[in-house]
């Protein structure tokens, strides 16, 4: 069995105002570790354009053309103080939510165990009707609600690390009984959801806030505590991970003072659950991440962790 990496040329087309932390550098800082010899097994696919009945499962396709018609000819548009679009932006997001639809298709086909999606924008702070906090399309819940749409899989868990609280995931998934999130993130922190009393109609929601510098081992504790007893519980039969890797200690934007270890580790306790409960099944998808050099060797950990849980 193999890992899938599944990227496009277009997700470095999305730009960004000079300064702005959610850049193209970020996703040549990946798939410049992934060059590395250790990574030749890698299945390499460019990701396709999303359908648009896909990408409908979770936005309106009121607001999928509200954002598509923003795409600026030249420059820059707006959709809040954070997010911006530049010309490329439109590819980019039909592409970033193709990698995650076009992984799911190959791992359940059986070509590959696990896949990770090296895209951008990213996007969990998506909700249904608003694009917001550098995401324009929730990647992941689409990835969701496709498994359930084509292959009549009941139970989907999300496990997102992102330092940051995925509101969109969460208020994407509130109302299904059947689709699981869990996230742990650093709190108080942007967007300011992500409150433990946040359950979700059913009981499908666990967020499990950290204090700024909680550090490797509140993580790992929260981790082997709450995220891997839930996940026994509900039993999914796939795992999606919203793969963020601002929680690292280098990282500007987030405070939890993770290490590059924790990523390999983290992602290592879900390939051994996956392993055992659901055939290996997992497709993970970049979301945050902004300090490059940790951006660049944290993935790669996760990646690393993803092969040898697919030997
Ligand atoms: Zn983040």
Redesign the pocket.
Known sequence: MTTLLESHSACLTHETPEGHPECAARLRAVLGALQCPEFAGLLRVEAPLAPLKAIQRVHPESHINAVLSMVPEQGFSRVDADTAMSPGSGEAALRAAGAVIDAVDRVMAGEAENAFCAVRPPGHHAEPEKAMGFCLFNNIAVAAQHLRAEYHVKRVAVVDF???HGNGTQAAFWDERDLVYISTHQSPLYPGTGRMDERGAHGNILNLPMRPGAGSDIFRETVESAVIPVLEEFQPEFLLISA?F?AHQADP??GLGLTTADYGWVTGRLVEFARIHLDGRIVSAL??GYDLDALAEASAAHVRALMSGAA
């Open positions: 992102d330092v940051h963020g601002d934007l987030g979301e945050g």
